[in-house]
């Protein structure tokens, strides 16, 4: 089975770890170059659509501040980082207003590999620092530990540590004889379907958890429930585990509250709805994508 990697770094990035209190000393030997992209809460900074990389080998410019950036990975000579940037410091960036910003959703979908690896990576690390300042046990501020990605409190009595959270979360490709179920949330886009998703509870298997949600959000009970492949995902620091199943049986119960429609459709139907524009699919690099490719392979041999 092929990986799932649009998102996640590449090896030679993922390898490349540097103890973030050295990274000014490679500055000083001035060998290296730093291709910082910034964030605005949930967007990315962009020029003409294209991430916009700020490059420099002073990374105590005036854009960064001290403790407002991730370091990412390195790649040869260069490393690459994440920050957030004030709409101030942006503008004195932006002189010859060639700069804007574009929704990180967006973004993460229309560029290549390497791009979408880096801003999922960095928009993770820098949401995780900033939402995890203070510890949750006893109040005081929290230190980041630069060696790894972890935290400690800094109130001696405490030193709890605190390790970037990744949430376990299913999504399934069911089928019942030829055909798929696909269904939308009422808050979706219209048109769009998608294979159902979820997330793991406490005490809860990711097979158990696909049972559950199937059965929760349409009545459908599963059989033959086996693991496909994952992928992280950004949002909610979720790693989604990929699953294909089959139905019992046809019948279907929607939960209204969690679902506005819930359908099966064969091959022919998906293929008709999506030619005339009555059914829009996950985008393409997307895990449930890749669920609803799998089987149409079935059909194409
Ligand atoms: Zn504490």
């Not at 709409?87 to 590999?113: A, D, G, P, T």
């Not at 400690?152 to 009595?157: A, T, V």
């Not at 999504?171 to 798929?180: E, L, P, Q, S």
């Not at 949330?185 to 158990?208: D, I, M, P, Q, V």
Request: proline share 1%; with cysteine.
């Amino acid at each position: 089975m092929k990986f799932l990697n649009h998102f996640s770094l590449s090896k030679d990035l993922r390898d490349s770890k540097i103890i973030e209190k050295e990274l000014s000393k490679l500055t000083k030997k001035n060998n290296y170059n730093f291709k910082i992209f910034f964030l605005i809460d949930d967007n990315v900074v962009t020029c003409k659509d294209v991430v916009f990389f700020y490059e420099t080998n002073n990374i105590y410019s005036d854009l960064l501040e001290k403790n407002n950036f991730a370091y990412i990975g390195k790649k040869a000579k260069t490393i690459f980082l994440s920050s957030f940037v004030s709409k101030e410091k942006l503008s004195f960036l932006n002189k010859s207003n060639i700069l804007e910003y574009r929704n990180i959703r967006e973004v993460l979908f229309s560029n290549n590999r390497e791009i979408s690896s880096l801003v999922s990576s960095g928009f993770q690390l820098m949401q995780w620092k900033k939402d995890n300042k203070f510890c949750g046990k006893c109040g005081f501020k929290n230190r980041f530990l630069s060696f790894e990605n972890s935290m400690i409190c800094s109130n001696q009595k405490c030193l709890k540590r605190i390790f970037p959270r990744i949430n376990p979360t299913v999504i399934v490709n069911i089928t019942y004889r030829d055909k798929i179920l696909l269904a939308r949330n009422r808050n979706w886009k219209k048109n769009l379907y998608s294979c159902l998703a979820g997330f793991c509870e406490f005490n809860e298997s990711a097979e158990e958890a696909v049972e559950r949600e199937s059965f929760e959000e349409t009545g459908v009970i599963l059989k033959e429930i086996e693991y496909v492949f994952s992928q992280t995902w950004p949002f909610q620091n979720n790693l989604m585990l990929g699953f294909q199943a089959k139905a019992k049986k046809s019948e279907i119960i929607i939960d209204k509250h969690e679902l506005e429609d819930a359908r099966w459709f064969s091959y022919r139907d998906l293929v008709f709805s999506v030619n005339n524009k009555k059914l829009i699919l996950p985008k393409k690099h997307s895990i449930a994508r890749n669920l609803i490719f799998l089987w149409e392979e079935r059909f194409k041999n």
